[in-house]
T-cell receptor
């Protein structure tokens, strides 16, 4: 199985900050990586797929980059509704998930 | 508008079976596969399996093979997941999700989740 290591596990930030979350794969997954946002008690929401493609309807302050084994999710100018948990998912070989990063208010 | 609506919370005894349903609307059901994942408390998401809504062929994660059965009913646009021989380790929120492409792909829509208590 492809293992995904995501860090940090928790990130404290303020409205307007730029935040970056990293996801590292145990083997090359090309660009077969997605990022999701999950609010407490809600279903996950797709933000980014194929490492850098913005899902339709998702705010442009979200962006993704990377390939092979190293990937990042960046949120520019953090908004109040962005305080949530974010996790990565690889789909190069079945599906596995990162452990999540909780973004909370500093 | 795409929606996946799952059945309600379940409470089961160890050794029992549970069936969770996932009814789709807002798109052509047979055009997208359905995946099932679970999230145990404090744990990362774990893929359980997926099913082609076009062929009805399922594919299960190795650790669930022999204990899970996934089916679809195209007449009601509903996918089902049955998990048998439950243990306390199976307590989790189970989600169905639409697979965005034709193979392994991102999950572009998710159900609201079904809480399983064992």
């Amino acid at each position: 199985d492809v293992q995904l290591t995501q860090f940090p596990s928790t990130l404290s930030a303020s409205v307007g900050d730029r935040v970056t979350i990293t996801c590292r794969a145990s083997e090359s997954i090309s660009k077969m990586l997605a990022w999701y946002q999950q609010q407490p008690g809600k279903a996950p929401k797709l933000l980014i797929y194929q490492a850098s493609r913005l899902e339709s309807g998702v705010a442009a302050r979200f962006s993704g980059s990377g390939s092979e084994t190293q990937f990042t999710l960046t949120i520019n100018s953090l908004q109040p509704e962005d305080f949530a948990t974010y996790f990565c998912q690889q789909y190069n070989n079945y599906w596995t998930f990162g452990q999540g990063t909780k973004v909370d208010i500093k | 508008q795409v929606h996946l609506v799952q059945s309600g919370p379940e409470v089961k005894n160890p050794g029992a079976s549970v069936t969770v349903s996932c009814q789709a609307s807002g798109y052509i059901f047979k055009d997208y596969s359905i995946a099932w994942v679970r999230q145990a408390p404090g744990q990362r998401f774990e893929w359980v399996g997926w099913i082609s809504t076009y062929t009805g062929d399922p594919d299960y994660a190795p650790r669930f093979q022999g204990r899970v059965t996934m089916t679809t009913d195209t007449s009601t646009r509903t996918a089902y997941m049955e998990l048998r021989s439950l243990t306390s380790d199976d307590a989790a929120i189970f989600y169905c999700a639409r697979v965005g492409g034709t193979g392994y792909d991102q999950f572009d829509y998710w159900g609201q989740g079904t809480l399983l208590t064992v």
